[in-house]
């Protein structure tokens, strides 16, 4: 029968899988959460449906040196995916934001080979291009944004695995891990909620309003790290964070090690 007499539940669920995946990638992971929803498994049928379309949206890729937290200087491939589900990332909306402190450019794609990636493979070959050949077995690759659990999926998972890379992600804690991830480091910030309550290490910017670092320690990780928020009371919340560590030291102290040595 003609393509436009396609029993409509069928056809519907097409068109709004395409117009979610290639124009709303982030919008497609909140709904699919808020919805009670398998996101991955969700995005792997819509991707399916559509022949395999589904884009990866990425600012920048980097070769550098971990920054922050329990792989501080660790060498490493960034890739930095657009888009966040707690901030626009216009400065227009920063007093809106969920998370008003943010540092990080996750706009658009037009940082270091950032661009728009039409498989898991394309992708996962860029990254294993930037890594020394001749140190294969330590390869690792750091998903970031913005929000990575935006777009990450099992389909890149498996491909970065394929290529022998170890996978870290760092993330805000609001939506769902796929399985696959090899660590999992958890920004958690005041106003949202946190639903990845398992890690490798948990990374809280100090101070933010109403925190309750108690709370967090019932939380079941590895890791835990205090790290000044930057700003004009930068100085200020150093301090704090010092004393925070000291007063309990299941606490550890972050610092962004990659600003002090003006590497990306």
């Not at 657009?82 to 943010?102: H, I, K």
């Amino acid at each position: 029968m003609p393509r436009r007499q396609v029993a409509g539940t069928a056809f519907a669920r097409e068109v709004s899988w395409r117009h979610i995946i290639e124009g709303c990638q982030s919008a497609f992971a909140v709904t699919a959460q808020c919805a009670g929803l398998d996101a991955f498994a969700l995005r792997d049928d819509a991707s399916q449906l559509l022949g395999n379309t589904v884009t990866y949206s990425i600012k920048e890729i980097f070769y550098t040196l971990q920054g922050e937290g329990a792989h501080a200087g660790r060498p490493a491939v960034f890739c930095r995916f657009s888009g966040c589900n707690l901030w626009t990332g216009r400065e227009s909306d920063r007093a809106t934001a969920v998370c008003q402190f943010c540092d990080t450019d996750f706009v658009g794609t037009d940082g270091e080979l950032g661009g728009k990636f039409k498989t898991p493979q394309e992708l996962a070959a860029l990254i294993d291009s930037l890594w020394p050949a001749s140190y294969a077995p330590s390869k690792y690759v750091v998903f970031t944004g913005g929000e990575p659990l935006l777009q990450l999926d099992t389909a890149l998972i498996d491909a970065m695995h394929a290529v022998g890379f170890t996978i870290a992600i760092e993330t805000n804690g609001t939506l769902p891990v796929p399985a696959g991830v090899d660590w999992i480091c958890v920004s958690p910030k005041m106003g949202s909620t946190l639903v990845v309550h398992k890690g490798n290490e948990i990374k809280v910017v100090i101070p933010q309003f109403q925190q309750d670092l108690a709370a967090y320690e019932q939380l079941d990780f590895e890791n835990f790290f205090v790290q000044a928020m930057d700003g004009p009371l930068a100085a200020h919340n150093m301090k704090l964070a010092i004393e925070t560590c000291k007063s309990n030291p299941k606490w550890k102290l972050s610092l962004q090690t990659h600003k002090l040595l003006q590497i990306p």
